[in-house]
């Protein structure tokens, strides 16, 4: 695992040409790592029935502010580890 708990991360900001489960509202946006939740295959690359390893998954936090432009609460979304960069 590349992210530990605490630890600010950012979306990465793409746009493939194929399935995804990051969240277009969620691309680019700066997060915090709430917990790992274990490696799961990349839903990405089953779909297109590409065989591939299994990846970390972690629990990431939000600010709505971040996401949407306003709000006061946070969203949580879970997000495989190649989704993720540093800031």
């Known amino acids: 695992m590349t992210f530990t708990t605490g630890e600010q991360v950012r ?3 793409t746009d493939p040409p194929h399935h995804t489960r990051l969240p277009r509202y969620a691309r680019g946006a700066l ?3 709430v917990r790992p939740q274990g490696a799961h ?3 990405d690359d089953v779909v297109r029935g590409i065989t ?3 990846e970390a998954v972690y629990e990431v936090r939000f600010s ?3 996401l949407f432009g306003a709000g006061d609460h946070t969203v949580t979304l879970s997000l495989w580890e ?3 960069e540093k800031p």
């Open 82 to 84: 190649s989704y993720l």
């Open 41 to 43: 295959t990349l839903p």
């Open 52 to 54: 591939s390893q299994a």
């Open 11 to 13: 979306t990465k900001n």
């Open 64 to 66: 709505a502010r971040e």
């Open 31 to 33: 997060g915090t790592i």
